[in-house]
Structure formats: structure tokens, C-alpha cells
């Protein structure tokens, strides 16, 4: 559980099955498939991921015609 805490606090990702199965091994039991969201939430853990591209990003066929348009 240490682990997990050292990843987040350094700002890496940090997987839920990392954190559940910490989480059993603290409490001594099995837990619901939500409890663990549940304490995630509760602490103001949000899943939060890079997007891929920007929304409004040009398609390649934009980007490309208009680097012709521009040279001489």
C-alpha cells in the first residue's frame, strides 16, 4: 500500500487492482466490487486520464493541404 501512496503522491497512475488488493489485505476480507470506488470517492480520488488528441484538433488531410497552400 505504500507503493501506491509514493506512485500518486509523485503524480504517476496508479491502477485500482493495486489499490483494491491493498485494500483487502488491510481490512482481512474480501470487499463488493464498488467498495472501492466508493472510498476512492470518499477521499477525492478522481480517474483522471490524458486524452488522446485535442478535440479540436485539424484532421492530417487539413493539415497537410494547408502546408501546401503556404510554400511558393
Known amino acids: ?8 503522491e509523485k503524480g504517476e497512475l496508479v491502477e485500482v487492482s493495486a489499490i483494491e488488493s ?4 488491510a481490512v ?3 470487499i463488493g ?3 472501492i470506488y466508493c472510498v ?5 480520488w478522481k480517474k483522471i486520464m490524458p486524452r ?5 484538433k485539424a484532421s492530417e488531410e ?3 493541404t494547408s502546408k501546401k497552400l503556404k510554400q511558393p
Do not use: T
Open 22 to 25: 491493498a485494500y483487502r489485505e
Open 52 to 56: 488522446s488528441r485535442h478535440p479540436k
Open 40 to 44: 476512492l470517492h470518499r477521499h477525492g
Open 28 to 30: 482481512g476480507h474480501s
Open 33 to 35: 466490487n464498488g467498495q
Open 62 to 64: 487539413v493539415i497537410k
Open 1 to 8: 500500500m505504500i507503493e501506491n501512496k509514493e506512485q500518486a
